[in-house]
């Protein structure tokens, strides 16, 4: 993020996509906990304040400003919007007497010209409004005013995903069964364009209308010098660097998110893939679905320019609620509230116990340091070290069927099967986190012994791992490996019977297949399932990398996929039959790997021994000052980050900059 003199202001934002790998509709009721991992493929949303010298309307000049969202990636992806401020009179006064019976409102309206071409956006439109409306209540109207109008008036945006958020099939000219090689995506530029409407793109399941609206909304709310903890107004900060975001701003930015997302979809959603575009990987348990219901039912909307009377757009506005005191993050309707679930039961995990005594945190302002109020950071939970994971792009020649219907039916008519093999699951799920956290701790405590373990099990397949356990009874990180496994097998199974109880295709026979050969036949190999509510839309596997060492358990995997799912014609006549899968699926890898947990340190750095530094070969220098300081488990880049343009490979060139 950049400004000067003589320069347009502007800001860049970007935001992870996930994978649920635990937690399938469970993630519904904050009773239940899921896991969900981000990903290093990002979202990118760049606002620029208008140069003074490009045309604009002059008739409106100083009564309103016009934003214009681009989607360089795709055709007629270029939505136009007309922002006013409306001075709303005879209200009567607030609560404080502030209001006076007046108080500015603003609208947004799509240009007529931009919704011939390039259609409606909710997810676009409602993420720009609400953004304004919440700047407008923390800052007031003559400041957005000013933003909007600065440099001539009005602003320019482009949104664009990394490459993994979509199929390149089409982008690589490929035809079923062929599916794209690790190769041929590392050949395409980053952000290739592609070939249809943003409305017809073949999607990887990543979550990319939740990253989108994520970014596009941390982006507009920092340019418009909005985001900040609304009980520290009165302090001026500039938020330019990832640094500057606290818990309480990003808790701001995800309710936010939250609110344009659900409002988008129509409806409130379990809102785990907004969290991680906000916070990285983490344990995730819902909010109270109605802190943000009564806001939804003013059914806020976004019109064509001219279409809406103004004596009609006025009254809607003054029917609005203010939506700081909603999306306050102080407000406890955020805080997961298990304890008054139906189920009556937490399923508590030992990471949310380590969180909770890092409930508040230090604030620098002018007048010295101030411990903020507390707001609702969720559990971070990564993959430990030198645990990877990759996720695949499956083409099954038909769509998914709407599955959490059949789901929520079933466990409506079938209360206690259901109640029965949810809290099975959530067993499992709980066992999935706890897993994570030790192998992390053993590798805090003695990486050497860690990592030496880890080189071990990368050589065999995981069911030989029980009798790596028999020659090294005493080695944590082997047994640790192994409840891993175990627990990963356990969900599946729960899975399984969920879609079986439900007739829903949690995990389809193919993908199951799949994903069992894979664990069976590739060395180091941990486990993998389908992630989120299902289906065929994608699959994830999880395996060891140790350091210092090729990817040699991710290139076998992806070997296996293409010789068994995706042979060519002269491979299946070398291969003779019986030797491919012909059972409609279509399996390539994405580039995409497992991102991190956004989140102070958890885990005490005093549980590294100083006389275990040096002795681990495969540590550099750096990565033992890390240890000591207390710095392995704190990655830079997790969740929401503010980006500098010219450090982001190609976005430049993609916006035509």
Same mark, same amino acid.
């Given at each position: 993020m950049g400004s000067g003199p003589q320069e347009a202001r502007t800001t860049l934002v970007s935001a992870p996509g996930k994978v649920l790998i635990a937690g399938g509709y469970l993630v519904l009721d904050p009773a239940y906990p899921g896991l969900v991992?981000?990903?290093?493929?990002?979202?990118?949303?760049?606002?620029?304040?208008?140069?003074q010298e490009e045309k604009v309307d002059e008739r409106g000049r100083g009564h309103h400003s016009k934003i214009t969202v681009r989607s360089p990636q795709f055709v007629q992806a270029e939505w136009e919007y007309v922002v006013k401020p409306h001075l709303l009179e005879g209200l009567g006064d607030g609560e404080d007497g502030e209001h006076d019976g007046r108080r500015i409102e603003w609208s947004l309206e799509q240009t007529a010209s931009s919704m011939e071409t390039s259609g409606p956006n909710p997810f676009v439109s409602l993420a720009l409004?609400?953004?304004?409306?919440?700047?407008?209540?923390?800052?007031?109207?003559?400041?957005?005013?000013?933003?909007?109008?600065?440099?001539?008036?009005?602003?320019?945006?482009?949104?664009?995903?990394?490459?993994?958020?979509?199929?390149q099939r089409d982008t690589l000219s490929l035809t079923p069964p062929q599916a794209p090689s690790s190769e041929d995506l590392r050949s395409l530029p980053p952000f290739v364009k592609q070939t249809c409407k943003i409305k017809d793109v073949h999607k990887t399941g990543l979550g990319s209308s939740a990253a989108m609206t994520t970014s596009l909304v941390g982006c507009l709310l920092i340019h418009l010098g909005a985001a900040q903890d609304p009980l520290l107004r009165s302090e001026s900060s500039s938020v330019t660097r990832t640094e500057d975001l606290t818990e309480s701003t990003l808790a701001l930015i995800h309710n936010l998110a939250q609110l344009a997302h659900c409002a988008a979809q129509g409806k409130v959603g379990s809102g785990f893939d907004v969290s991680a575009a906000v916070w990285g990987s983490q344990l995730y348990r819902r909010f109270e679905p109605a802190v943000i219901q009564s806001i939804l039912d003013e059914g806020e909307k976004v019109t064509v320019e001219g279409e809406t009377k103004e004596e009609e757009m006025l009254d809607r506005m003054k029917k609005r609620q203010e939506l700081l005191p909603i999306l306050d993050p102080h407000n406890p309707l955020w805080f997961p509230s298990p304890l008054d679930s139906a189920s009556k039961s937490t399923h508590p995990t030992a990471i949310e116990g380590l969180v909770a005594?890092?409930?508040?945190?230090?604030?620098?302002?002018?007048?010295?340091?101030?411990?903020?109020?507390?707001?609702?950071?969720p559990a971070p939970l990564q993959l430990p070290p030198g645990l990877e994971m990759v996720l695949a792009d499956v083409d099954a020649g038909s769509n998914t069927p709407s599955l959490v219907g059949k789901v929520m039916e079933w466990r409506k008519?079938?209360?206690?099967?259901?109640?029965?093999?949810?809290?099975?699951?959530?067993?499992?799920?709980?066992?999935?986190?706890?897993?994570?956290?030790?192998?992390?701790?053993?590798?805090?405590?003695?990486?050497?012994?860690?990592?030496?373990?880890?080189?071990?099990?990368?050589?065999?397949?995981?069911?030989?791992?029980?009798?790596?356990?028999?020659?090294?009874?005493?080695?944590?990180?082997?047994?640790?490996?192994?409840?891993?496994?175990?627990?990963?097998?356990?969900?599946?199974?729960?899975?399984?019977?969920?879609?079986?109880?439900?007739?829903?295709?949690?995990?389809?026979?193919?993908?199951?297949n799949l994903i069992r050969y894979v664990c069976e036949n590739v060395a180091g190999v941990v486990?993998?399932?389908?992630?989120?509510?299902?289906?065929?839309?994608?699959?994830?596997?999880?395996?060891?990398?140790?350091?210092?060492?090729?990817?040699?358990?991710?290139?076998?995997?992806?070997?296996?996929?293409?010789?068994?799912?995706?042979?060519?014609?002269?491979?299946?006549?070398?291969?003779?039959?019986? /030797?491919?899968?012909?059972? !409609? #699926?279509?399996?390539?890898? =994405?580039?995409?790997?497992? +991102?991190?947990?956004?989140?102070?340190? @958890?885990?005490?750095?005093?549980?590294?021994?100083?006389?275990?530094?040096?002795?681990?070969?495969?540590?550099?220098?750096?990565?033992?000052?890390?240890?000591?300081?207390?710095?392995?488990? /704190?990655?830079?880049?997790? !969740? #929401?980050?503010?980006?500098? =343009?010219?450090?982001?490979? +190609?976005?430049?060139?993609?916006?035509? @900059?």
């Amino acid at each position: 993020m950049g400004s000067g003199p003589q320069e347009a202001r502007t800001t860049l934002v970007s935001a992870p996509g996930k994978v649920l790998i635990a937690g399938g509709y469970l993630v519904l009721d904050p009773a239940y906990p899921g896991l969900v991992i981000s990903t290093d493929s990002r979202f990118y949303s760049y606002a620029t304040s208008r140069r003074q010298e490009e045309k604009v309307d002059e008739r409106g000049r100083g009564h309103h400003s016009k934003i214009t969202v681009r989607s360089p990636q795709f055709v007629q992806a270029e939505w136009e919007y007309v922002v006013k401020p409306h001075l709303l009179e005879g209200l009567g006064d607030g609560e404080d007497g502030e209001h006076d019976g007046r108080r500015i409102e603003w609208s947004l309206e799509q240009t007529a010209s931009s919704m011939e071409t390039s259609g409606p956006n909710p997810f676009v439109s409602l993420a720009l409004l609400y953004t304004i409306r919440l700047a407008n209540e923390l800052e007031g109207a003559d400041h957005v005013r000013s933003v909007l109008e600065a440099h001539g008036g009005g602003l320019d945006i482009y949104v664009l995903g990394d490459n993994d958020f979509y199929s390149q099939r089409d982008t690589l000219s490929l035809t079923p069964p062929q599916a794209p090689s690790s190769e041929d995506l590392r050949s395409l530029p980053p952000f290739v364009k592609q070939t249809c409407k943003i409305k017809d793109v073949h999607k990887t399941g990543l979550g990319s209308s939740a990253a989108m609206t994520t970014s596009l909304v941390g982006c507009l709310l920092i340019h418009l010098g909005a985001a900040q903890d609304p009980l520290l107004r009165s302090e001026s900060s500039s938020v330019t660097r990832t640094e500057d975001l606290t818990e309480s701003t990003l808790a701001l930015i995800h309710n936010l998110a939250q609110l344009a997302h659900c409002a988008a979809q129509g409806k409130v959603g379990s809102g785990f893939d907004v969290s991680a575009a906000v916070w990285g990987s983490q344990l995730y348990r819902r909010f109270e679905p109605a802190v943000i219901q009564s806001i939804l039912d003013e059914g806020e909307k976004v019109t064509v320019e001219g279409e809406t009377k103004e004596e009609e757009m006025l009254d809607r506005m003054k029917k609005r609620q203010e939506l700081l005191p909603i999306l306050d993050p102080h407000n406890p309707l955020w805080f997961p509230s298990p304890l008054d679930s139906a189920s009556k039961s937490t399923h508590p995990t030992a990471i949310e116990g380590l969180v909770a005594s890092l409930a508040s945190e230090d604030v620098e302002t002018a007048g010295g340091s101030v411990t903020a109020a507390k707001v609702h950071v969720p559990a971070p939970l990564q993959l430990p070290p030198g645990l990877e994971m990759v996720l695949a792009d499956v083409d099954a020649g038909s769509n998914t069927p709407s599955l959490v219907g059949k789901v929520m039916e079933w466990r409506k008519n079938k209360k206690e099967w259901a109640a029965q093999l949810y809290s099975v699951l959530a067993t499992s799920n709980q066992s999935l986190a706890d897993d994570l956290l030790g192998l992390s701790l053993n590798h805090e405590e003695d990486p050497k012994a860690y990592n030496e373990a880890l080189r071990m099990a990368s050589k065999v397949p995981c069911k030989q791992w029980d009798d790596l356990a028999k020659q090294n009874p005493s080695d944590q990180t082997i047994n640790g490996l192994r409840g891993l496994r175990n627990t990963l097998r356990s969900i599946r199974a729960g899975m399984r019977e969920l879609g079986l109880r439900s007739g829903a295709p949690v995990e389809p026979d193919s993908m199951g297949n799949l994903i069992r050969y894979v664990c069976e036949n590739v060395a180091g190999v941990v486990g993998g399932g389908v992630p989120g509510a299902g289906g065929y839309d994608a699959l994830y596997i999880i395996y060891l990398k140790p350091p210092k060492q090729t990817d040699e358990v991710g290139e076998a995997i992806e070997k296996v996929w293409k010789e068994r799912w995706n042979p060519t014609e002269k491979e299946e006549e070398q291969l003779g039959p019986g /030797s491919f899968q012909d059972d !409609g #699926l279509s399996v390539g890898p =994405l580039l995409s790997r497992a +991102g991190h947990g956004r989140n102070k340190r @958890l885990v005490d750095p005093r549980l590294v021994r100083e006389d275990q530094v040096g002795k681990d070969p495969s540590l550099s220098v750096e990565d033992e000052n890390d240890l000591l300081t207390g710095q392995a488990s /704190s990655p830079s880049k997790a !969740g #929401l980050q503010i980006e500098n =343009l010219q450090e982001v490979k +190609g976005l430049k060139q993609a916006i035509g @900059l």
